[in-house]
């Protein structure tokens, strides 16, 4: 659990940082700082996508995990969240705590490197995919805290959650993931980062949160496919 730990702590260091700094960055150069970052997520996602073995895997994963977000109404769930959080701490009641919250948390939840940095910690004990990411984060929450807000904070609680049951299940799980899987599960988690950068952009509001369960249903095409032989 010492990757997910640190990991947490980096993002509320990042977030006190921020608010260091907010006042002192004009809105232009907040609103082009974001842009970049949402380019930089863009790439970060194609990158993982790339890594598909099996296309059609990655579609039907999209399409049944978006059916079951939708009914799970997972993107509600978050948002709500948020704006319970944005009413405890006092937000502005124009939703930018929860805003900031929901982005903040697919980001740093969605992605390979969370996933398999907890597995690695979970199953080794060695820690340094995470000390990676938690610079990473760390360093972006400092980013977003200037451009939306206190927020960024609450995103500490899903990623120490998210990633220490992974590592806590790790074990259990070891003998299950194949490279297969682990590829079309960062492929699709891949093409759903490229969502939440079209998000920060504004090109296209996608609800990555009713995405989330696709990455799910990537390992079980994948099982399914190995197991039964199909030429998916």
Do not use: H
């Not at 079980?220 to 998916?232: K, Q, R, S, V």
């Amino acid at each position: 659990m010492t990757g997910t730990i640190v990991n947490a702590a980096a993002i509320i260091a990042g977030t006190a940082l921020g608010l260091m700094f907010r006042k002192g960055i004009s809105e232009s150069i907040n609103n082009t700082v974001m842009s970049g970052i949402g380019l930089a997520v863009a790439l970060i996602g194609f990158k993982m996508a790339l890594k598909t073995e099996n296309e059609l895997i990655v579609i039907l994963s999209l399409v049944l995990g978006g059916i079951m977000g939708e009914l799970l109404n997972i993107e509600g769930w978050l948002a709500r969240t948020g704006t319970y959080l944005e009413s405890r701490v006092g937000g502005n009641g124009q939703g930018e705590v929860a805003k900031a919250f929901v982005t903040t948390s697919l980001i740093y939840c969605v992605g390979a490197m969370g996933i398999m940095g907890a597995l690695e910690d979970g199953i080794t004990g060695n820690a340094t995919t995470l000390y990676a990411k938690s610079l990473l984060d760390g360093t972006t929450a400092v980013v977003f805290t200037t451009t939306m807000g206190f927020g960024v904070v609450f995103s500490a609680i899903p990623v120490f959650i998210y990633q220490g049951a992974i590592t806590l299940a790790a074990s259990g799980i070891k003998e299950f993931l194949t490279p297969s899987m682990i590829n079309e599960m960062t492929a699709t988690g891949g093409l759903l980062i490229v969502g939440i950068a079209s998000n920060i952009l504004g090109i296209k509001p996608v609800k990555v949160g009713n995405l989330l369960p696709a990455i799910l249903m990537a390992l079980f095409f994948t099982w399914l496919w190995a197991n039964l032989n199909i030429g998916l």
